[in-house]
């Protein structure tokens, strides 16, 4: 590219940012003072502000109805100006279709009925569940019901339906380069990978001619039918763009005085798409925005059966943590918003959020987990690409123990060296010994551990009074301790070192316990 070409390029995409953040701030500006109108006149057609005559009823319905499809205009508008910017953000999962398509119609019914349209649900059962965004497939399918509503005489019908999909009309193939180019997943396109949802009306019709115009931004086909409810030709644009984000295609059938048939595709859940498609999505995004992201990958050498109430619990814990993240068999994939240097930081969040869900339900899976972290780049990247370099600097959790770092405080020489040995076993390579609390602050000054495995009762300073004195310090507050006491029947556990913890109190006796409690908190 010459320099030239260069300067060009560089002022279109100026020229871009400047119309996508007049738009978003247009948008914004226009939202508030609307919902102040919408509020006030629900105010008063509820008789909150006193009596109103069935004439007032009549204008002020119909400024309400005004009201809701500026409110919808705006939507649009939000929704192209996000998706340009590389803001919109979905939430695939496993998702049940028909539930998304029944909300979809309960929304738009009130309107069909006021043209006294037939509108029939026809759902094949048991369809298998889909990967996509729920809120959004029921948004494509508002945008395609209030389309045919529009463009459907009074009286005529309109039928959504859903079924396995066999075959994607030709050109259609999300695993055409074309698909790749725009950043979507390469998907298997066998006959049970697809669902096809579609919406059929007996309106006006689409001439040929406007098959592919009638999905651009702003576009509107001479079709009149409903002049009242025209929108700003943003619907279909904004369909096509959250279909294939999410792995499929939209295209439509129809012929001009009989009717139309819309259809799009969404991909079958299965755990492996969903994990590809996660990252597929975020690099889409990061591509847009130029952000990046970490991908850490967390691999178990351990049955699927056995896993999986551990990777239900994760899912959980990682997304109350602004993880994304999705998991298939042995393999969990969990993306963060972390620079380079803070790689390793999301790891090791990761790795805690991993502990505790093994911790109550499968603790001796925690050391057949291992631990892969990889930085997206700015150049372009595939998930599977993305997913090797992750694997290729994976690290067990055995190797992560050997790093770290305890001290045990008893003045029993016994106890000291029974209590070595079981954290030996657990793979932790530096094990100090102090043989009091004066000996446990002077070895702090010198490094700090992760753990501390500590007595209660000891001549000159106790163990209580050894915890309060690490909790008084910001620099040992936060060390994780486990009291191991010949005394542990009179507690079950003590305060913690951060609020809502509490620190466990196990016997002399009980080393399996303690192994326990080490492989979790270290």
Same mark, same amino acid.
């Given at each position: 590219?010459?320099?030239?070409?260069?300067? +060009?390029?560089?002022? $279109?995409?100026?020229? +871009?940012?400047?119309?996508?953040?007049?738009?978003? !701030?247009?948008? $914004?500006?226009l939202?508030?003072?609307?919902?102040?109108?919408?509020?006030f006149?629900?105010?008063? +057609?509820?008789?909150?502000?006193?009596?109103?005559?069935?004439?007032?009823?009549?204008?002020?319905?119909i @400024?309400?109805?005004?009201?809701?499809?500026?409110?919808?205009?705006?939507?649009?508008?939000?929704?192209v100006?996000?998706?340009q910017?590389?803001?919109?953000?979905?939430?695939?999962?496993e998702?049940?279709?028909?539930?998304?398509?029944?909300?979809?119609?309960?929304?738009?019914?009130?309107?069909?009925?006021?043209?006294?349209?037939?509108?029939?649900?026809?759902?094949?059962?048991?369809?298998?569940a889909?990967?996509?965004? *729920?809120?959004r497939?029921?948004?494509?399918?508002?945008?395609?019901?209030?389309?045919a509503?529009?463009?459907?005489?009074?009286?005529g019908?309109?039928?959504?339906?859903?079924? %396995?999909?066999?075959?994607?009309p030709?050109?259609?193939?999300?695993?055409?380069?074309?698909?790749?180019?725009?950043?979507?997943?390469?998907?298997?396109?066998?006959?049970?990978?697809? +669902?096809?949802?579609? @919406?059929?009306?007996?309106?006006?019709?689409?001439?040929?001619?406007?098959?592919?115009?009638?999905?651009?931004?702003?576009?509107?086909?001479?079709?009149?039918?409903?002049?009242?409810?025209?929108?700003?030709?943003?619907?279909?644009?904004?369909?096509?763009?959250? @279909?294939?984000?999410?792995?499929?295609?939209?295209?439509?059938?129809s012929?001009?005085?009989?009717?139309?048939?819309?259809?799009?595709?969404?991909?079958?859940?299965?755990?492996e $798409?969903?994990? %590809?498609?996660?990252?597929?999505d975020?690099?889409?995004?990061?591509?847009?925005?130029?952000?990046?992201?970490?991908?850490?990958?967390?691999?178990?050498?351990?049955?699927?059966?056995?896993?999986?109430?551990?990777?239900?619990?994760?899912?959980?814990?990682?997304?109350?943590?602004t993880?994304?993240?999705?998991?298939?068999?042995?393999?969990?994939?969990?993306?963060?918003?972390?620079?380079?240097?803070?790689g390793?930081?999301?790891?090791?969040?990761?790795?805690?959020?991993?502990?505790?869900?093994?911790?109550?339900?499968?603790?001796?899976?925690?050391?057949?987990?291992?631990?892969?972290?990889?930085?997206? !780049?700015?150049?372009?990247?595939?998930?599977?690409?993305?997913?090797?370099?992750?694997?290729?600097?994976a690290?067990?959790?055995?190797?992560?123990?050997?790093?770290?770092?305890?001290?045990?405080?008893?003045d029993?020489?016994?106890?000291?060296?029974?209590?070595?040995?079981?954290?030996?076993?657990?793979?932790?390579?530096?094990v100090?010994?102090?043989a009091?609390?004066?000996?446990?602050?002077?070895?702090?000054?010198?490094e700090? *551990?992760?753990l501390? @495995?500590?007595?209660?009762?000891?001549?000159?300073?106790?163990? $209580?009074?050894v915890?309060?004195?690490l909790?008084?310090n910001?620099?040992?507050?936060?060390? *994780?301790?486990v009291?191991?006491?010949?005394?542990?029947?009179?507690?079950s556990?003590?305060?913690?070192?951060?609020?809502?913890?509490?620190?466990p %109190?196990?016997?002399?006796l009980?080393?399996?316990?303690?192994? !326990?409690?080490?492989?979790?908190?270290?």
């Amino acid at each position: 590219m010459t320099s030239s070409e260069e300067e +060009l390029e560089s002022a $279109h995409q100026a020229q +871009l940012r400047l119309k996508d953040e007049f738009l978003s !701030r247009v948008s $914004h500006e226009l939202r508030s003072p609307l919902t102040a109108v919408y509020q006030f006149v629900t105010i008063l +057609l509820d008789g909150l502000a006193g009596e109103i005559n069935d004439e007032q009823r009549e204008y002020l319905g119909i @400024v309400l109805r005004n009201v809701k499809q500026l409110q919808a205009m705006i939507g649009d508008l939000l929704d192209v100006s996000r998706s340009q910017s590389g803001k919109l953000v979905l939430s695939p999962r496993e998702m049940i279709l028909s539930e998304s398509i029944g909300a979809a119609v309960d929304t738009v019914l009130p309107t069909a009925q006021a043209k006294n349209l037939s509108l029939l649900i026809q759902v094949a059962e048991s369809l298998p569940a889909a990967y996509a965004d *729920p809120l959004r497939v029921q948004q494509i399918v508002v945008n395609l019901v209030d389309n045919a509503i529009k463009f459907t005489p009074e009286g005529g019908w309109i039928h959504v339906g859903a079924k %396995v999909f066999q075959q994607l009309p030709e050109g259609l193939d999300p695993s055409s380069e074309k698909a790749l180019a725009e950043g979507l997943p390469k998907c298997n396109t066998g006959a049970d990978s697809w +669902l096809e949802v579609s @919406v059929t009306d007996s309106g006006c019709g689409i001439g040929e001619e406007d098959y592919e115009r009638i999905f651009q931004q702003l576009y509107q086909s001479g079709r009149t039918v409903d002049q009242s409810r025209m929108g700003l030709g943003l619907g279909l644009f904004i369909c096509r763009d959250l @279909v294939t984000r999410q792995g499929g295609r939209i295209w439509v059938e129809s012929r001009v005085g009989e009717g139309s048939t819309f259809f799009f595709t969404l991909p079958v859940y299965s755990p492996e $798409h969903a994990v %590809v498609s996660l990252i597929q999505d975020r690099l889409v995004r990061a591509k847009a925005t130029g952000e990046t992201f970490s991908v850490v990958v967390v691999e178990a050498h351990a049955a699927d059966d056995a896993l999986r109430p551990v990777w239900e619990r994760l899912l959980v814990a990682a997304g109350e943590k602004t993880f994304s993240a999705a998991y298939a068999g042995k393999r969990f994939v969990a993306l963060a918003a972390e620079s380079d240097s803070q790689g390793e930081f999301a790891r090791n969040r990761l790795r805690r959020l991993a502990k505790d869900a093994c911790f109550p339900v499968a603790p001796e899976l925690c050391r057949a987990l291992s631990y892969g972290v990889a930085v997206s !780049r700015a150049d372009a990247e595939s998930a599977d690409e993305l997913l090797a370099r992750a694997n290729a600097a994976a690290v067990s959790e055995p190797v992560l123990m050997a790093q770290k770092r305890l001290i045990i405080v008893d003045d029993d020489e016994q106890g000291r060296r029974l209590i070595q040995r079981v954290m030996s076993s657990l793979g932790v390579h530096s094990v100090r010994m102090a043989a009091s609390g004066p000996e446990l602050f002077a070895a702090l000054r010198e490094e700090l *551990p992760d753990l501390i @495995v500590l007595d209660i009762q000891m001549p000159g300073m106790n163990g $209580h009074e050894v915890i309060g004195r690490l909790k008084e310090n910001a620099g040992t507050a936060a060390i *994780p301790i486990v009291v191991v006491s010949g005394y542990a029947g009179e507690y079950s556990e003590l305060d913690g070192i951060t609020p809502g913890t509490a620190i466990p %109190v196990l016997g002399k006796l009980d080393m399996k316990e303690l192994r !326990r409690w080490g492989q979790y908190l270290l």
